[in-house]
């Protein structure tokens, strides 16, 4: 059990690690079967608990992938399934503001023919099925009148901070959920020990002037890192 979860976690970061050095090897999954058994290939444990799913009326899978619930559907061409994802979206954005919702913590995935929903909060799972499928859908941002996710106005300030400068100057280009490879956010300092562990957080892009900062955070934004 424990040498299939490491299997599958060193192949993934395989393929993290090719998609940062330029050369990805990315594999396209056009059907459900396809998908189901590169997850199995991963060392995944993959359970079928039914052959229908609700959300859409095309061929579709209801699974168990290591213990969580996720849900496969497989659509007639990419331009179908692209608009199938946007009306999921739609259907799930009151249910991820509502974070005692158990569906506040759905991610999508879309690749070519097929929409991956991932109910599940196991973060070595996402980081499998991001290595897979690429990262998940951006969630719709919140109205302007509601708050960013913690770590953004903290990668804000921070960020401020350090350059001597107001905050009102700093623009928010992009936040996307993702799982770190390790405690240190994918950004060491140098001959610094990073805990292997996989670590939930965010993708923050934001801009100063003509500056644009990539940065990575914790979920909370407690940690805060840049280059």
Same mark, same amino acid.
């Given at each position: 059990m424990i040498? =299939?979860?490491?299997?599958?976690?060193?192949?993934?970061?395989?393929?993290?690690?090719?998609? =940062?050095?330029?050369?990805?090897?990315?594999? =396209?999954?056009?059907?459900?079967?396809?998908?189901?058994?590169?997850?199995?290939?991963?060392?995944?444990?993959?359970?079928?608990?039914s052959l229908n799913s609700p959300l859409f009326d095309v061929g579709s899978r209801a699974i168990i992938i290591n213990g969580e619930?996720?849900?496969?559907?497989?659509?007639?061409?990419?331009?179908?399934?692209?608009?199938?994802?946007?009306?999921?979206?739609?259907?799930?954005?009151?249910?991820?503001?509502?974070?005692?919702?158990?569906?506040?913590?759905? =991610?999508i995935w879309l690749h070519d023919r097929l929409i991956v929903v991932y109910f599940g909060r196991e973060g070595g799972t996402i980081l499998l099925l991001s290595g897979l499928l690429g990262d998940p859908l951006q969630k719709p941002g919140l109205a302007e009148d509601e708050p960013y996710p913690p770590a953004?106005?903290?990668?804000?300030?921070?960020?401020?901070?350090?350059?001597?400068?107001?905050?009102?100057?700093?623009?928010?280009?992009?936040?996307?959920?993702?799982?770190?490879?390790?405690?240190?956010?994918?950004?060491p300092h140098p001959d610094e020990d990073c805990t292997q562990a996989l670590t939930s957080g965010w993708r923050i892009?934001?801009?100063l002037g003509d500056e644009k900062f990539e940065i990575h955070s914790d979920e909370m934004g407690e940690k805060i890192r840049w280059r």
């Open positions: 040498g =299939r979860r490491v299997l599958a976690l060193s192949l993934v970061l395989l393929i993290c690690a090719c998609g =940062r050095t330029g050369t990805p090897q990315k594999q =396209r999954y056009e059907s459900i079967d396809d998908l189901l058994n590169a997850l199995e290939d991963a060392g995944a444990e993959v359970v079928t608990v619930t996720s849900e496969i559907y497989e659509f007639e061409n990419a331009d179908a399934s692209e608009q199938g994802a946007v009306h999921l979206q739609a259907l799930l954005i009151d249910d991820w503001k509502n974070t005692a919702s158990e569906l506040s913590s759905a =991610r953004v106005p903290a990668a804000i300030h921070a960020l401020a901070e350090a350059r001597g400068e107001d905050p009102s100057l700093i623009r928010v280009l992009s936040y996307t959920f993702v799982v770190w490879s390790d405690g240190c956010l994918e950004y892009l934001l801009q």
